[in-house]
């Protein structure tokens, strides 16, 4: 079992920054891949950006040249540093992660762009 808790998540003025941040334990063992995902309100949960075991990256048209993940090896997180925010970013971000024994999510936690 796996377990991913989110954090990072809160308020931000169009054009700030945030850093989320997912951190893992539990039987992890080799991780397949990892990635973040939003849903908004009224709509599907959408991918906004991941990375495989391989380093290969894919982020969202919408996120690109905004969003960036990366790895806190001092905290043993992954973090997805979101800058330039817009309201269209406006979403509960979840963590996602596939290791062997199946795909894990965590509880999501709330970004909000607004001024």
């Known amino acids: 079992q796996v377990q991913l808790v989110e954090s990072g998540g809160g308020l931000v003025q169009p054009g700030g920054s945030l850093r989320l941040s997912c951190a893992a334990s539990g039987s992890i063992g080799s991780i397949n891949a990892m990635g973040w995902y939003r849903q908004a309100p009224g709509k599907q949960r959408e991918m906004v950006a991941t990375i495989t075991s391989g380093g290969m990256t894919n982020y969202a048209d919408s996120v690109k040249g905004r969003f960036t993940l990366s790895r806190n090896n001092a905290k043993n997180t992954r973090d997805l540093q979101m800058n330039n925010l817009k309201p269209e970013d406006t979403a509960v971000y979840y963590c996602?992660?596939?290791?062997?024994?199946?795909?894990?999510w965590g509880q999501g936690t709330q970004v909000t762009v607004s001024s």
């Open positions: 996602m992660m596939i290791v062997v024994t199946g795909i894990y």
